[in-house]
């Protein structure tokens, strides 16, 4: 008898669990969907970071409002660094013209995969007049690099080579090299 109720109790689970009541698959496929999604999270893990890049520069005294401060500054570099490959780095500052403060900077790092990386410089320390070692804050990205966190130590190294021209830009090569830490 015993046997009897086991069998047929088997026997229910398996016509449930192969039912073809839509309401039941689609309640099955979405609990899978949940536990795929959950399970491909994966936890932020603090890696090292290194990059080394050259490029070029272009300062001018902004005349449009777009740069409240007294020298807009944009520069271009291309490199490498870790966990990004190839990369392009892009700096736009604003700068009111006294050191040691470089007034507001942000750093958008490109990879070749279209994933971009986002740093804000906290601190610089200058060793010349065109050569200086920051710290760059981590904050946040796109594509793998979203909520990324970190910071890094950069040592930029200017060349200026042109004296203002008469539309008042000055313009010139730099490279750059840091290392820290990214969180990912």
């Not at 669990?17 to 932020?44: G, H, I, R, Y």
């Not at 900077?105 to 279209?114: D, F, Q």
């Not at 910071?151 to 090569?173: K, L």
Request: glycine share 10%; hydrophobic share 40%.
């Amino acid at each position: 008898m015993k046997n009897r109720i086991l069998i047929l109790m088997l026997s229910m689970v398996f016509v449930l669990a192969c039912s073809s009541d839509p309401l039941v698959n689609d309640v099955n496929l979405s609990v899978q969907k949940e536990v795929l999604q959950v399970s491909s999270k994966k936890k932020p893990v603090k890696r090292p970071f290194k990059l080394k890049a050259a490029g070029t520069y272009g300062a001018f005294a902004p005349d449009n409002g777009s740069c409240l401060e007294n020298l807009a500054l944009n520069a271009y570099t291309e490199g490498n660094a870790t966990h990004l490959g190839r990369i392009m780095q892009i700096e736009e500052w604003c700068w009111n013209g006294t050191q040691p403060d470089l007034g507001s900077r942000s750093i958008t790092i490109k990879a070749a995969n279209g994933s971009e990386l986002y740093g804000t410089p906290i601190s610089v320390m200058w060793s010349s007049d065109f050569d200086f070692m920051e710290v760059v804050m981590i904050d946040g990205g796109t594509g793998r690099f979203e909520n990324a966190t970190g910071e890094f130590q950069q040592t930029v190294v200017i060349s200026r080579e042109a004296e203002p021209s008469g539309d008042n830009v000055v313009s010139g090569t730099y490279s750059v090299s840091g290392s820290g830490t990214i969180t990912y």
